[in-house]
């Protein structure tokens, strides 16, 4: 059974800073890139950041700068570091997994709030 766990949301004042963590288990984990998307409310799913295994990523522009993506394949976990934080940021943070090869292969975490507001 597959399960994506994430940590580590909750409520921070603009300009502060978050770490989420996603733990992985039930996958050969590091045959998946790993990503972390973002969900407003009335907006759609947003990809915010992703990693491959190859240690290569890609953010979306709204975060480049601020938000760092990583993984430790020792400990199948992916993290999202979230520096210099807005209000614009607040979503429900979701971890995805897809297969680096058959991509239909792809999960999804519960989803952990992050709220940006003073």
């Known amino acids: 059974q597959v399960q994506l766990v994430e940590s580590g949301g909750g409520l921070v004042q603009p300009g502060g800073s978050l770490r989420l963590s996603c733990a992985a288990s039930?996958?050969?984990?590091?045959?998946?890139?790993m990503g972390w998307y973002r969900q407003a409310p009335g907006k759609q799913r947003e990809l915010v950041a992703e990693?491959?295994?190859?240690?290569?990523?890609n953010y979306a522009n709204s975060v480049k700068g601020r938000f760092t993506i990583s993984r430790d394949n020792a400990k199948n976990t992916v993290y999202l570091q979230m520096n210099s934080l807005k209000p614009e940021d607040t979503a429900v943070y979701y971890c995805n997994a897809r297969h680096i090869v058959v991509v239909s292969n792809m999960y999804w975490g519960q989803g952990t709030q992050v709220t940006v507001s003073s």
């Open positions: 990693i491959f295994d190859g240690r290569s990523t």
């Open positions: 039930g996958i050969a984990f590091s045959t998946y890139s």
